[in-house]
């Protein structure tokens, strides 16, 4: 058999095993897809009206906010369901069966390519399952085209990709699991400190680099404005720029962790 049918077929099996796994031990999946939703729900209807006091300059109603806060919510539940690709890696080198399958004749890069495929594909679900909820407490997006509709969905899977790769490379380098999750950390607690909840320049002076300059606020700025009509000037180069930046890193970062000879 060829390469490529060899990697993909290899690749296909690595998926449903991740899958398979998923399904049968979904309470890091839920654990992980509850922490964005529990921050909708509370700063919509708890801290809402005091987060969007700086909103449009005088201040939104809840439906502007949810409108508002919606889009970054979402790309932190990317961030959030990738940490579980971080840990899944983790286990797997730590139990020794990665170690097993560089002993099997499969293609090499199946294994890895399976996690990542696994992960963008719950991604996307979890995105969904937030969105829905979204929408049932008042989000409306009656602005966008079919065009951004697509452009949007494509921009969620494009960085779904950029955080998986990354979250792989942070599990191959951990000792174990609970190291993996802590290592991957950053993904949930950079959407915190961007764009995600109040605009940029209702941020202290000295804090709005911090919070511009990293990958979440042009995406997050990016699907807001897909979805609410809004201007997405430079935003939508960054997003891309970042999203492919981080795949490309990620990947040979992933890569080179895997090849790398076990001690």
């Known amino acids: ?39 909708l729900l509370l700063f919509v209807y708890i801290f809402g009206d005091v987060m969007s006091a700086g909103i449009g300059g005088g201040g939104a109603d ?6 508002y806060v919606v889009p970054g919510i979402l790309m932190m539940t990317i961030g959030g369901t990738t940490i579980g690709s971080a840990v899944s890696v983790a286990s ?22 399976g996690h990542v ?18 929408v049932a407490i008042g989000f409306r997006s009656t602005d ?6 697509i452009a949007a969905f494509g921009l969620l899977v494009l960085f779904s990709l950029a955080l998986t790769w990354i979250a792989v490379g942070m599990g191959l380098i951990s000792p174990n699991a609970e190291a993996a999750g802590n290592n991957a950390l950053p993904l949930i607690f950079l959407p915190l400190i961007s ?24 995406c997050i700025e990016t699907l807001r404005g897909l979805l609410l009509g809004t201007g997405i000037g430079n935003d939508g180069w960054l997003a891309i720029g970042w999203c492919v ?19």
């Not at 911090?210 to 979440?216: H, K, L, S, T």
């Open 144 to 149: 966008a085209t079919v065009v951004e509709w």
């Open 62 to 67: 809840r439906s502007e906010y949810i409108a």
């Open 245 to 263: 930046g981080l795949t490309v890193l990620g990947y040979f970062w992933s890569k080179a962790s895997f090849n790398r000879d076990p001690q």
């Open 1 to 39: 058999m060829s390469s490529l049918p060899l990697a993909v077929r290899d690749s296909s099996t690595m998926l449903r095993r991740n899958l398979l796994h998923a399904r049968r031990y979904p309470s890091l999946t839920l654990n992980l897809l509850l922490t964005p939703v529990m921050l």
């Open 117 to 134: 495929a696994g992960c963008v594909l719950q991604c996307v679900l979890s995105v969904v399952l937030v969105g829905a909820i979204a």
């Open 195 to 218: 764009t995600t909840f109040v605009p940029l320049d209702s941020m202290p002076g000295w804090f709005q680099p911090i919070a511009e300059y990293q990958p979440f606020t042009p």
């Open 92 to 113: 797997d080198m730590n139990e020794g069966i990665i170690a097993r399958f560089r002993t099997m004749a499969i293609h090499r890069g199946s294994v890895l390519i």
